[in-house]
């Protein structure tokens, strides 16, 4: 087996083209078992290292070998009575693939290219007259530009400062269900008596990150405290 | 100094963000083709005349002009006015995007504070909640029960019919937006901010702790 | 259309951060000097050409390039490695052969929905299309019609700016399966493959002949 880096492929299709390359095959015409056993070793020399990516070459893999055990039955015909390959899908599919993988290249092609060329900088410091009067325009808007825009503005809450992750062990559905819990007890709570008991801070995130869930769900509500390290958690009825 | 670097120099400043010292200049024909090459600011300056006076006799819409910190593009003055209508065309549209903003902030957290509003936005949002009433994309639908009973804003009918939505629950589902945002980047702040926030509190309960402490002693 | 907008035109383009459509340039000339003035699109492209050679045959370092468009200067390529020097902008990594893929497919196929995306690419394509939105090289355009309502995706203009394109159609075209069918590699390997059915036959053959031979002898 050649040695392959798994960085090399960008999937299943592009894995199969190699090999098909590779050993000068008629795509045409793949021979369904040899191909399946080598890509077989594939994915299992990259299960060890990736399970996430592996996916993806599993599903191929079930694909292969499907198509290699329909090679072995009488052919399939179409409503034409002409017989169908089992492997026109997966040819089509990699021929399909093969396009935008080339052009692909004219991209990055045309990429080098852009990377030569600068524009102007410093166009703050032009001479403007601009008249000040505002009119507010939403032209051309639609509702993804709205949750877009939302998106955003969330994300613009990033903190500067940054801490380390740890593992953690307590589930945002347990924190879930023991905060609804709490809520059956006391319809109103301050979330700082919520967490009063809780001394690791892992578990007080997690609570944390449960009350945004509910919140999100519409299960709670949240108000502001008098106390302004403090909130107050509602249970709401639509949810 | 060769005349090739001309236009080296004037490229070099025609892409530089902030106003380009000659110093920079020098450093980086030094560094391309080597530090033997003689090259001088007084150079430099010589060569950004020519090239001005070049421009005048072509009359060109431009000029490098030399402030404080090093050379820099400008357009002549008496294009502005053309310029400024451009400009006040486009902070007309950035005026659109806050209203974009605060309309999907209002739209998703319905109802909602403007202190709450503003925190999120991070800016004063009072211009664009008028803006926003005025248009009739939003009303004011009560008061919160928190202390100072600030005023709930949520959207309007107009704002559905503005959106060509049939109700409210037709905008993109959060989950939505939230897959779009699942990248790992994000989860890793996410959890970033929630440490922040319980530190903070930590930090203050622990201080006031203490100061109970002292009282005490 | 008089002359001197020749240098209204530069100058309107020198002082904009973003590719300006002719539109713009109309809009602020209209509105500046009132709306009898007489200027189109046409005039104002043969105007930047009229610039550009200008700038050709003066060496200046800048020209006025067609892009997502719009006109906007860019420096000529041939000063890149001294601006390259000073600027941290271009050592900015490049695209991974994932996200040019997927944009390629993006970009000929939009819009188009996620898992239309992953079947040509036979793989899981969230990250990539979180880290293209967040570039901004793409963006959702809106819903399909289809089970689910899946949402779909297009290329933006910065995609257009990212790849010095003036609009998608100035895309290489993506060749039709029949052209890869006729591609070098493929016919190379099936030229060997027919050579060998052939030499094999043949030898098959002339073993035949020569074992009629044999027992003919």
């Known amino acids: ?239 | 100094m060769d005349n090739i670097y001309n236009s080296v120099i004037e490229g070099l400043i025609f892409s530089s963000d902030e106003p380009l010292p000659a110093a920079e200049i020098i450093k980086a024909v030094k560094g391309i083709d080597g530090e033997d090459i003689q090259i001088s600011a007084d150079e430099i300056e010589c060569c950004v005349d020519e090239l001005n006076k070049n421009y005048d006799e072509k009359n060109i819409a431009f000029q490098i002009v030399k402030i404080a910190g090093g050379y820099l593009f400008a357009t002549k003055p008496e294009y502005a006015k053309y310029i400024g209508y451009l400009s006040s065309e486009k902070s007309k549209r950035r005026l659109s995007q806050a209203a974009l903003e605060t309309l999907a902030i209002i739209a998703y957290k319905q109802p909602i504070t403007k202190p709450e509003l503003e925190s999120i936005r991070g800016v004063n949002s009072d211009y664009i909640l008028n803006t926003l009433l005025e248009k009739n994309l939003i009303s004011i639908t009560g008061r919160a029960e928190t202390i100072g009973r600030p005023l709930l804003y949520g959207t309007t009918d107009e704002f559905l019919k503005y959106f060509g939505l049939n109700k409210l629950s037709d905008l993109p589902k959060p989950r939505e937006v939230e897959e779009i945002m699942r990248d790992e980047d994000f989860i890793e702040q996410k959890q970033k901010i929630m440490m922040n926030l319980i530190e903070e509190t930590l930090e203050n309960e622990s201080a006031e702790d203490n100061n109970d402490t002292d009282t005490a002693e």
């Not at chain 1, 880096?5 to 000068?24: A, H, T, V």
């Open chain 1, 1 to 239: 087996m050649y040695k392959i880096k798994l960085e090399q492929f960008e999937g299943p299709l592009d894995l199969l083209l190699f090999f098909i390359k590779r050993d000068e095959l008629n795509i045409y015409d793949i021979p369904i078992s040899k191909i399946t056993k080598e890509f077989l070793e594939y994915v299992n020399f990259i299960k060890m290292l990736d399970l996430e990516v592996a996916g993806d070459f599993i599903l191929m893999a079930s694909t292969l070998m499907h198509i290699k055990v329909r090679m072995l039955l009488p052919r399939e015909v179409d409503e034409k009575g002409e017989e169908i390959d089992p492997r026109a899908e997966l040819i089509q599919a990699l021929l399909e693939y093969k396009r935008y993988k080339e052009m692909s290249d004219d991209l990055s092609f045309m990429e080098s290219g852009q990377r030569k060329i600068s524009y102007r900088g410093n166009y703050s410091k032009d001479v403007k007259e601009s008249p000040p009067e505002f009119e507010v325009l939403l032209k051309n808007v639609t509702v993804f530009d709205l949750a877009k825009a939302f998106k955003k503005a969330i994300e613009n809450l990033k903190p500067e400062v940054f801490h380390e992750v740890k593992k953690i062990n307590i589930t945002i559905d347990e924190q879930i269900t023991f905060i609804m819990n709490s809520l059956e007890e006391n319809p109103e709570l301050h979330f700082l008596s919520l967490v009063n008991e809780m001394r690791e801070k892992i578990r007080i995130v997690i609570t944390f990150v449960a009350l945004l869930e509910l919140t999100k769900m519409g299960m709670i509500g949240l108000k502001e405290s008098s106390d302004f390290n403090d909130f107050v958690i509602i249970k709401l009825n639509n949810g």
